[in-house]
């Protein structure tokens, strides 16, 4: 059995605390509808948004435990929604998602994220309730 401790609260076989709280921004509605309710399922508080615009304009720093980003929407990409974002709140822990393989990011675009921040769709849900344990256990550390 796994264990994550997180804000004092024992969480036990990937099902998290309602204090975890995610952002997921991508346009595809079916793709929306399915993480959020399966992360809601694992007792994940998921806010999402089909437009980038309307993310930035709602989001408030310090908010989110993790956020995930599809790589492209419509008027702006990812990584120009991830830039704004940061301008916003520096610590944010920020994903990509895509459907197409990431062979090489500029540096320019992402600076200083590694490899481990992108994933590839399609993902599962306990593929993603893991990787929101991860962080989360690493910033209980």
């Known amino acids: 059995m796994t264990i994550f401790l997180t804000y004092g609260y024992i969480l036990k076989d990937l099902n998290l ?11 595809e ?22 437009n980038p615009i309307d993310a930035l304009k709602n989001f408030r720093p310090k908010t989110y435990d993790l956020i995930l980003l599809d790589v492209k929407l419509p008027q702006m990409s990812g990584f120009e929604l ?26 320019n675009i992402v600076p200083n994220l ?3 921040n ?3 769709k399609p993902i599962t849900i306990k593929q993603l309730v893991e990787l ?10």
């Open 17 to 27: 605390s309602w204090l975890t709280k995610i952002l997921f921004v991508d346009d």
């Open 118 to 120: 992108f994933l590839r």
């Open 29 to 50: 509605h079916d793709i929306l509808k399915a993480i959020s309710r399966g992360l809601t399922s694992k007792g994940i508080d998921v806010d999402t948004y089909d």
């Open 114 to 116: 590694g490899g481990t």
């Open 82 to 107: 991830y830039e704004k974002i940061k301008e916003i709140d520096f610590e944010a822990k920020i994903y990509f998602l895509s459907a197409f393989e990431f062979l090489e990011v500029p540096n």
């Open 132 to 141: 929101i344990s991860s962080n989360i256990s690493n910033n209980a550390r």
